[in-house]
């Protein structure tokens, strides 16, 4: 065991604040990454604060962690010390059931080992996050990355990259397609690029008239603020599919009326509360209503790759850890653009 620096919620109210913590000494198939960056997820707001049921604190969080190599085990292969790597969101899983063995381990039928706010497989020992200096992880679960890039604007890739690419790819996001993205905040922008450099005419909605030049220039041909529902009409029946990252309770049924017959309206987006929608909504037109759950690590691992490939990296604002408090409240105002990423220097 080491020990690390990092930052922590010790309660559903409390502020993230200096802590140690202790890591595992790298075993056989482990590497040891020096944190370089790690981004501001909401979801890292939602678990600090126990808005999805108990959290068990202390609370590390982040999930969007880039670094260095600075220690292989043994029978490590794929990575020397030096590497550039990336962390997501799960850091092990059972490895044998069908989820893993088709590579979608975030639905592993045994144990997904979330990043933080989990258990390693043992059921017991509790994961933290990327708000660290240091994290210790099973080499089959880090992604590499590519030399030459901003990392800090690679960071929230591994989060909010992958979870807006795996719905705009496994519902064929092509040339041509039409795409609605719901919310600008850290996901939303990733996904009007990713939608954008997949070839799709990406349409904005949004609470907040301010963001409509940037939402032009991330790509979106249009924008439309949803606080007016007259402003819908201008997409009536139009979106082959829509990707909403609304971080709060929301009425979904306007949208239904923008999706084409058959379209799909995709949450990735996880308010606490319940929605109800109206069944005629989907009757008519056989909408779809769908989620999604971030990425396997062989689908993050292609995100990366398409990401270098077509120059996609999040818009950021960079962070010291001090800084973290005043970060969420942003967030939590949708006044963030469009993701803080905390400088592991700081911690
Ligand atoms: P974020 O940066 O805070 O963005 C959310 C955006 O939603 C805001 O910028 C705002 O955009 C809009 N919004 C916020 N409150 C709203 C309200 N009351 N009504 C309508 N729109 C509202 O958050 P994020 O990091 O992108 O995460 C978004 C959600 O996805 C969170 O719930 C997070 O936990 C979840 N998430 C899910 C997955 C998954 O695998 N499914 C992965 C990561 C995150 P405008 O100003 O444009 O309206
Ligand atoms: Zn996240
Ligand atoms: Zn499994």
Redo the contacts with the bound molecule.
């Keep these: 065991m080491f020990k690390a620096k990092a930052y922590a919620a010790q309660s559903t109210t409390s502020k993230i604040l200096p802590h140690q913590i202790e890591r595992r000494s790298p075993r056989p198939d482990d590497v040891v990454i020096e944190i370089a960056y790690c981004g ?4 890292d ?2 678990t600090a604060r126990g808005e999805w049921g108990p959290t068990a604190y202390p609370c590390v969080p982040g999930h969007e962690i880039v670094g260095k190599v600075t220690e292989a085990g043994k029978k490590v292969k794929r990575f020397k010390v030096g590497d550039l790597v990336g962390v997501g ?1 799960f850091v092990d899983s059972c490895g044998k059931c069908a989820s893993c063995k088709s590579n979608e381990q ?1 639905f592993c039928e045994g144990h997904t080992v979330f990043t933080y706010n989990s258990t390693e497989l043992d059921g017991k020992t509790p994961t933290y996050g990327g708000y660290s200096s240091h994290i210790t992880v099973k080499d089959k679960y880090v992604l590499k990355i590519k030399k030459g890039l901003a990392l800090d604007r690679v960071a929230p890739l591994l ?2 990259g992958i ?1 807006t690419y795996s719905p705009l790819k496994r519902y064929g996001t092509k040339k041509g397609s039409k795409v609605g993205v ?7 922008h990733m996904a009007v690029k990713i939608a954008k450099a997949m070839g799709a005419e990406v349409t ?5 008239p301010n ?1 409509e030049q940037d939402a032009k220039k991330l790509g979106a041909k249009n924008f439309i603020i ?1 606080s007016d529902l007259k402003n819908f009409a201008a997409v009536s029946g139009k979106l082959d599919l829509i990707i909403d ?6 009425d979904f049924s306007p949208y239904m009326g923008t999706l084409k017959i058959g379209g799909t309206h995709v ?5 606490p509360e319940p929605n109800q929608v109206a069944a005629m909504a989907l009757i008519y037109g056989r909408k779809r209503l769908a ?4 990425g396997g690590i062989k689908e993050t691992q292609e995100m990366l790759d398409f990401c270098a490939k077509k120059k996609v990296l999040a818009d950021i604002e960079l962070i010291t850890a001090p800084q973290i408090n005043d970060a969420y409240e942003r ?2 105002k ?3 653009k ?2 803080f990423v905390i400088d592991a220097k700081s911690f």
């Design positions: 501001v997820c909401h979801s707001i939602h969101c975030q989060c909010a979870t719901v919310g600008l905040g850290g996901l939303g904005v909605f949004s609470t907040s963001k949803t990252t609304v971080s709060a309770k929301h949450l990735v987006g996880a308010a989620g999604s759950l971030i967030t939590v949708g006044q963030v469009y993701r």
